[in-house]
Every structure is written in C-alpha cells, then in structure tokens.
C-alpha cells in the first residue's frame, strides 16, 4: 500500500454485510430457514439482497411482508426473528466471503498503525461468529454489533462507541460502508465516509453525501489518503 501513514486516518471504522464480507447466501439460507419452519415461502437470494442493511428484525418484518403480500403477521414476527437468529448463529459463515482486497487492505492498515474498528447492524454474537471463521478479529480493536442497548444505523450511538473504544477522534476517523445507514451514522458522528458500491445497497450512492464513492477495495488506501482531515 503506497499510501503515506501520516497522512492515514487516527481510525477506520467498517460495516461488515455488503461492505467487509459478500454475507448474503449466509443470511438468506438462515431467513428461508426460519420461514419454512413457520410454513412460509422461501425467498430468493436476490429478494434478500434488497431487504439487507437495517438489523435483524426489519429484515424479518420485509421477508413476511414479501411472502404475505403485504400482510405483517405481526404475531408471528417475534417466532420467526428468534428461529432465523438461531439458524444465523448456528451457521454464521459457511458461504460468507471477504470481498476481493479486503484482507490485504486490513493487514496493511494494521501494520501501519491505523485502529480498526466494526461497526455493523448485524447482532453482535453472530457478528462475532462471521468475523472468526473469516480470521479477522485480531485485526479490530472494537466491535459492535446489534445489541440490546443501542439504537441501529443510522443512529451515530454504535459509531461512537467503537470510536470511543479505539480512543480515535471522529475528525481524524474514516466509516467505511455499503449504505444510507453508514451514511447517516457517519455523519452524525462527525467522522469522514466512503461508500463501496459492491454491497446490498438499493439507493444511488451518489447521492448519500460521501466523501468518495468506490467500486471495491483496489482504490480505498487513496481514498482513505483523500478523505483523512488533518490534525491542526
């Protein structure tokens, strides 16, 4: 990475779904799972893809919207959200995969010193789970994932935490995502944002405010360069 390390942000916080890790067939298998349990349709991988990015129980309350036509099934919500959670845990990475350059921008951020960070809607024990069988949890020094406490992405709460937790300033820090709710979480927290266009995201990323917008990894250790505000 020709990047010059003085110029890299203090921190570089990542979205895992769609921006880390292609974590669809995964979450899919684990949705269509819970569905047939409860006697639902299954849904298409590619239908899934449009219903990722904003936690567990909304992707559960658009799979019963899709497959009822409309209809919520409100009673069954809570039965369905609790099956998918536990086939999700119980195979968290059997298809997942870290995008093209993921793995090598990571080892070069770490050796040259950038605090790295997860900031990701998915719960945080399956988070845990996907991050493990990938190898790449030594790599950050925070994590946070859906949990009981804090309210999702966009919401900036889950951002600042790891923030926080790496002692990284959000002026000098960079959130990597796929999406509107990296957008949002980023820009309430106050730190720089690049979007990566190979992720689940249905919106124009054009048009979410990013500091750069990228195909892929080849070209984030520039942007990162680009986007790094510099300390006074």
């Given at each position: ?140 020094g925070s994590v946070v994932g859906g949990n009981a406490t804090d309210p999702l992405k966009p919401a900036p709460v889950m951002l600042r935490r790891v923030l926080q937790e790496l002692a990284a300033e959000p002026k000098l820090s960079v959130m990597v995502g796929d999406s509107g709710a990296d957008a949002g979480a980023a820009r309430a927290a106050g730190t720089a944002l690049i979007l990566l ?36």
């Open positions: 990475m020709a990047a010059n390390s003085q110029r890299l942000p203090q921190a570089v916080v990542f979205d895992l779904d769609g921006t880390l890790a292609d974590s669809l067939p995964d979450i899919a298998a684990a949705l269509n799972s819970a569905l047939a349990e409860a006697g639902m349709a299954q849904l298409a991988e590619q239908t899934v893809r449009t219903m990722v990015g904003n936690g567990s129980e909304i992707l559960v309350e658009r799979a019963i919207r899709e497959v009822g036509r409309g209809r919520t099934h409100a009673d069954a919500a809570a039965d369905i959200h609790a099956s998918f959670l536990a086939a999700y845990d119980r195979a968290p990475c059997v298809h997942t995969r870290l995008y093209p350059g993921a793995r090598h921008v990571l080892d070069a951020l770490a050796a040259q010193g950038v605090r790295l960070g997860v900031c990701t809607n998915k719960p945080q024990q399956i988070t845990a789970g996907v991050l493990d069988k990938l190898g790449i949890t030594p790599l950050f266009q190979h992720g689940y995201c249905q919106d124009d990323l054009a048009d979410l405010g990013a500091d750069a917008v990228l195909p892929g990894f080849a070209g984030l250790p520039d942007a990162l360069v680009r986007v790094t505000r510099q300390p006074a």
